[in-house]
């Protein structure tokens, strides 16, 4: 059939040739073929009013122009028998392959590809996993060994132990679960390390007020000193730590950021969060699943990240409000404090300056009857005779003489006054400068703590702009989970869980296409002991091989008798029951729908 389609396009291709003699117009001769006609000859010119001589005709030029026009026409008929035979050979390449070239055929070849955009099937069987691998966390965590805890500093060795040997230590039974949460976990190890700040500086104020009532009672001007209480020590005053305040305010500020901050769970296409696994876990604990050597009674879960543990819990019995309130209090004590060491400051200051008016006092009145006493003699020796009485000289000496006694009897006024002021002083003048500059630096430190704890009671009580929530209500929070940590039987459950699903769509030419679905879960997780030694970890992996849609149904109804079950690495044989639910299926008939499902 090619081979007489190639002919035929051959043969109406060829172009049509003549000699070119053939185009000119033929002589008239006699001997010429009887079928030949004569070429048409033009008509005769009507010839004109005025005729004019005629050109000699051009034979050759004449022929030239024929034979051109001639090969115009045969090119343009070349090109449409061109064009018809292409056309022709288009309608029997039409009429001989119907599905067009053999080249651009796709033929079906079975082959298989994987759609990841998420289908329903692949959701179930994830889901499926995540119960079964569940399950299996929680038959280890009940029956696989749990290392234990750190060794109490009470605990004494073991019997017929060595000297030295490390104590014996018991794991503890499972008892209660929480729920690794990171933001929670920081606030509880926050809490601990504010409550230890708090704890130091409620002892600073404490320390600095019994320092002030300490030196009050040593610096009192009007007791005499006893042996050894004459000063007070100066390395006492150096021990003032207002740093542990500013240690508390950048506690608190961390603590205010930490809430803030969103903790989310990222997984792969198929969504299985941690809520999932907890939620089948406290499932498998209420039906008994996780019955083993290591879980004793209900064991209780505990979720702070989805509910805060013992939130209708009341706060009075606080142990954090319970410190703050005595921080308070000391505070108080010290604000007292600090204006009495102010008004004892004062009087030193006073006292001293009274000491030194008299002392001045004093030596000015001495300066001054020394004065008047030399008078006094100049006058007794020079003016004893009448007549030198009456002298500008004896005058004068008189009048200064009864000047100083004014000025001595003003001072006496004055050093009397001072005495009776200071008739109650009994300690030394001498060391009041020394003792106002450390009152005066015991003031200063206990001011700072006022001030500091002050500024961390605003800081605590202030609610974030963010949370909505004051930095105490979220200590408080910590503290309750911080007092559930610490009981014994208590462990922290860190899970990480990842899923996968893979549908796999199988073509065919002659009937619809087979789908199948499959998922596989990879959890890991660390039971951690309240000191935070890793008791107990492991992975676990749970793989579904392919299943149909039906099969998926099955599952979620619960009909049907094929049990979806999950190979985990540690299987070393399939199930009696999965057997025989393979058996069962193999002898039911075959139900296959018409999307080969």
């Known amino acids: 059939m090619r081979l007489l389609l190639a002919m035929i396009v051959l043969i109406t291709s060829l172009p049509l040739t003549a000699p070119s003699r053939a185009a000119a117009a033929p002589a008239f001769k006699p001997n010429a073929s009887p079928h030949l006609s004569l070429p048409e000859q033009d008509p005769t010119p009507t010839p004109s009013p005025s005729p004019s001589p005629t050109a000699t005709p051009d034979l050759v030029l004449e022929q030239a122009q024929r034979e051109a026009k001639l090969a115009d026409e045969l090119k343009k008929k070349a090109v449409s028998d061109k064009e018809r035979a292409e056309a022709e050979a288009a309608r029997l390449k039409a009429l001989t392959q119907p599905l067009g070239a053999p080249a651009n055929i796709t033929v079906p070849t079975g082959s298989v ?13 994830a889901q499926e996993a995540a119960r079964q691998i569940t399950r299996r966390l929680t038959q280890s965590l009940c029956t696989q060994p749990i290392t234990p805890g750190e060794p109490s500093p009470t605990i004494a060795p073991a019997a017929g132990g060595q000297p030295g040997a490390m104590p014996q230590v018991t794991p ?139 939130l209708l819990e009341s706060s009075e019995n606080s142990p954090l409000l319970i410190l703050l309130n005595d921080v308070e209090t000391a505070k108080v ?18 006292l001293g300056a009274a000491f030194e008016s008299r002392d001045k006092k004093v030596k000015e009145r001495a300066a001054k009857q020394g004065e008047k006493d030399k008078k006094d003699a100049a006058i007794k ?102 007092g559930i940590l610490k009981k014994d039987g208590t462990y922290t459950l860190h899970i990480e869980v990842k899923a996968n699903g893979t549908t796999k769509v199988k073509k065919n030419l002659f ?24 008791a107990q970890g492991h992975e676990l992996k749970c793989y579904i091989e392919y299943q149909s849609a039906r099969d998926v149904q099955n599952m979620v109804s619960g009909a049907g008798v094929k049990k979806l079950t999950c190979r985990f690495q540690d299987d070393t044989a399939t199930p009696e029951d999965e057997r025989d639910a393979e058996r069962a299926a193999r002898r039911r008939p075959s139900r296959r729908t018409d999307s080969g499902q």
């Open 172 to 310: 503890q039974k499972v008892r209660t679960l929480v729920i690794h949460s990171p933001g929670d976990l920081a606030g509880v190890e926050l809490y601990g390390s504010i409550y230890g700040q708090l704890k130091r500086l409620h002892d600073e104020l404490k320390k600095k007020n019994q320092e002030a009532t300490d030196f009050l009672a040593k610096t009192d001007p009007s007791v005499a000193p006893a042996s050894g209480m004459a000063d007070v020590d100066p390395v006492s005053l150096a021990l003032a730590a207002p740093g542990i305040a500013t240690g508390v305010i950048k506690s608190v500020a961390e603590l205010i950021n930490l809430f803030r901050t969103d903790t989310s769970f990222t997984n792969q296409a198929i969504t299985l969060n941690t809520g999932t696994i907890v939620s089948h876990l406290v499932r498998n604990f209420n039906a008994g699943v996780g019955s083993g050597s290591n879980c004793v009674g209900p064991v209780r879960v505990y979720h702070p990240a989805l509910y805060a543990p013992r």
């Open 511 to 534: 009937v619809d296409a087979k789908v199948r679905h499959s998922a596989g879960a990879d959890l890991t997780y660390q039971l951690i002991e309240g000191g935070g030694v890793i």
């Open 113 to 125: 590809t994987t759609d990841a955009a998420g289908w329903v099937e692949s959701q179930m069987l």
């Open 333 to 350: 004590e010290a604000a007292g404090n600090i204006e009495k060491l102010d008004a004892r400051v004062k009087k030193l200051k006073e």
């Open 381 to 482: 020796k020079s003016c004893n005779s009448r007549r030198r009485q009456g002298t500008a000289e004896c005058k004068k000496l008189k009048e200064e003489s009864e000047a100083l006694g004014k000025e001595i009897a003003q001072l006496d006024k004055g050093i009397e006054e001072l005495n009776d002021t200071l008739k109650n002083v009994q300690a030394d003048p001498a060391n009041f400068k020394g003792w106002s500059e450390k009152l005066t630096d015991l003031k200063a430190k206990t001011q700072s703590l006022v001030t500091a704890t002050d500024l961390i009671s605003a800081k605590l009580n202030t609610p974030d702009d963010a949370s909505k929530l004051t930095a105490l209500a979220q200590l408080i929070r910590a503290e309750r989970l911080h």
